[in-house]
């Protein structure tokens, strides 16, 4: 998968299943300085993905304030050919004043055995799919 | 208010809610008092209230949460953030 640059930062785009509907999203960050994944509500909306009365919820702090998340175990995250099933994101309001849809943290990226190439701007996979 | 005045005020609701005051203790955040600021329909409307809370006043503490639940129970997460370059930016 192609890496593509924005003010510096990279992003790829990815597939989300979660009961059986997948949703393409295009503009996630890899963030290695991030333990957790976490996607917009706007873009998981679509496929159901809601907070319930009983989701927990965290409170995310960093420079910059706080975002409040839920969190739900959705199907699979996949990209291109590469997924990782039964995977626990975050889900919260992402709203950073620039177009970002989702931040890959290192439980993905080391789940999936992600290759960061940034010689090539590549995002490779040293394993078969999980 | 206090979360058992919030729930009786508000019961069986979404809502957006402000942390007026908190503390953390053991990576849980305890909220002290509590400010309503939108009632909301359904859990996809609270969402999009939440992110145009947030987006409006980054600075301040929001959750979105609903009056059935007994304890808000919320725990704490760390994260650096994205900074960005943005005097790369104004260049462009």
């Known amino acids: ?130 | 208010m206090i979360w058992s005045e919030v729930r009786q005020t508000y019961p069986n609701r979404w809502l957006i809610i402000e942390a007026v005051e908190a503390r953390t203790l053991d990576e849980r955040r305890f909220l002290d008092k509590i400010a309503v600021m939108e009632v909301c329909p359904d859990n996809a409307e609270v969402m999009s209230a939440y992110e145009r809370w947030h987006q409006a006043y980054p600075q301040r503490e929001f959750y979105f949460a609903h009056t059935g639940r007994e304890e808000l129970d919320i725990r704490e997460r760390r994260w650096l953030g994205i900074r960005r370059n943005d005097a790369t930016r104004a260049l462009r």
């Open chain 1, 1 to 130: 998968m192609r890496l593509a640059l924005y003010d510096d930062l990279p992003f790829v785009s990815l597939a989300l299943t979660y009961r059986g509907a997948t949703v393409t999203i295009a503009q996630v960050l890899i963030d290695t300085g991030s333990a957790s994944t976490i996607f917009a509500a706007r873009v998981v909306a679509p496929i159901g993905i809601l907070p319930e009365m009983t989701d927990d919820v965290y409170t995310v702090r960093g420079i910059g304030g706080t975002e409040a998340v839920f969190t739900r175990r959705i199907d699979c995250v996949a990209i291109e050919a590469q997924a990782v099933n039964n995977f626990e994101i975050e889900v919260g309001g992402m709203s950073y004043g620039f177009d970002i849809d989702g931040i890959l943290g290192m439980d993905f990226l080391t789940r999936a055995g992600a290759i960061i190439n940034l010689r090539d701007l590549r995002l490779d996979f040293g394993c078969s799919a999980l």
